[in-house]
């Protein structure tokens, strides 16, 4: 974050020729957002009476709910509010049933109705639900100098049923997926699950969150031991779409309907590109590094994974997108995903307060937590905030 310069007054009276800008000011401006809250019915969506409903603002100088109400007999409910401070901050609607938390779009125009303003909810349930794995895509860097291998997962899985899956209880996970035994340098990198709600256990990434009806993207970076190879990492889901990068020329990648495509080329760095479709999930995916266990002796820290696992991250996204080399964009496509990530960042940091709140006599290390992340989400707020701006 670029720091702000400091101003020094000194009882100086400027000369004729030099100009002094006037202070900026964000002058208030009325606005409206008026919507309903509604459920899946039997036939159609129903309204949801008697639901909190808050109105939140989130920018890089404050964050927290401006108003809040409960939804009438039709499920409607309306906010009028005024825009303060920062000219970038977001502002959206809550809604929560069953004790989850559902979002509208930000706010953007003055005044939002209809189903710009709709929020839809859903009833829960622990059991009943398989989630879908739409697409795994895994990237596999090729070596830094040192003895390990970084690696990145993202998984596009989606609840298509009309209930949230939630866990048996507080602590049970909605979704797990093995990695490789003695993996390290685990962090879970930006996308629709946040990292407070990931674990790593025994080689087990366990997901605590309730999973909403539709897609949400989880993705996470590791590193694993050069003599480790060849890997082999069950597929444990039926899986749409199986992509592997692998930045390794010499790499080799084998699971059941997968093929070698076209290579990949991101930010400048290449890659053989496996690509299968409607993979088993009994299958196991193989990769191999011929050579690599013997040719890496020395053992030195890699710092860089996870720097290069996040900036590799934001890339992929765009191609996974199309599932197509990516093209470049244009400033206003650039500026258009960095209001979706300042959107979804505020979502988070919204929601991870309303946990927290909910929380009956937090513990000492759980507001720790709580503190920390919220500082991390603010951050990545900011910095998709000043992306959004540098675009335009």
Excluded at 103 to 118: K, N, R, W, Y
Excluded at 204 to 219: D, N, T, W
Excluded at 332 to 345: F, V, W, Y
Excluded at 356 to 385: G, I, M, N, W
Aim: charged share 20%; with cysteine; aromatic share 6%.
């Amino acid at each position: 974050m670029m720091a702000l310069p400091v101003l020094v007054c000194a009882q100086v009276r400027p000369a004729a020729s030099d100009t002094v800008p006037p202070p900026v000011t964000i002058p208030s401006a009325a606005r409206t957002v008026e919507g309903r809250v509604v459920r899946p019915g039997a036939a159609a969506f129903e309204p949801v009476t008697g639901s909190w409903v808050t109105l939140h603002r989130v920018g890089r100088d404050r964050a927290g709910p401006l108003d809040s109400a409960r939804t009438g007999l039709d499920g409607s409910y309306r906010f009028s509010y005024q825009v303060s401070g920062a000219a970038d901050a977001i502002y959206f609607v809550s809604a929560s049933y069953a004790g989850i938390a559902y979002f509208s779009s930000g706010l953007a125009q003055p005044v939002v109705t209809g189903q710009d303003a709709e929020i839809q909810v859903f009833d829960t349930t622990s059991s009943g639900i398989r989630l879908t794995m739409r697409g795994r895509h895994i990237i596999l860097s090729a070596s830094t100098g040192g003895t390990r291998r970084g690696m990145i997962e993202v998984f596009e899985i989606t609840n298509d049923s009309s209930r949230t899956l939630i866990g048996d209880n507080d602590k049970a996970p909605t979704f797990r997926v093995r990695i490789p035994q003695g993996a390290q340098d685990f962090k879970v990198a930006q996308g629709d699950v946040p990292a407070d709600a990931v674990s790593n256990v025994d080689g087990e990434v366990l997901v605590q969150m309730p999973f909403a009806p539709g897609l949400k993207r989880l993705s996470f970076s590791y590193s694993v031991d050069a003599d480790a190879f060849p890997l082999k990492i069950p597929v444990q889901f039926a899986t749409g779409v199986l992509e592997v990068l692998a930045e390794d020329p010499q790499a080799t990648v084998t699971a059941p309907r997968i093929a070698e495509t076209a290579p990949a080329s991101i930010d400048g760095r290449n890659f053989r590109r496996f690509l299968g479709n409607d993979v088993p999930a009994s299958g196991v995916l193989e990769m191999d590094l011929p050579g690599s266990g013997q040719a890496q002796k020395t053992r030195i820290v890699i710092s860089m994974i996870a720097a290069i696992s996040l900036a590799m991250l934001v890339s992929l996204a765009r191609a996974f997108g199309r599932r197509t080399a990516p093209r470049p964009g244009s400033g206003a496509a650039a500026a258009a995903a960095a209001d979706r990530e300042a959107e979804r960042l505020a979502r988070q940091i919204a929601d991870l307060d309303a946990k927290f709140e909910r929380a009956r006599d937090p513990a000492d290390d759980e507001r720790v937590r709580y503190e920390a992340e919220r500082a991390r989400l603010k951050q990545a707020l900011t910095s998709a905030l000043i992306s959004r701006d540098a675009s335009r």
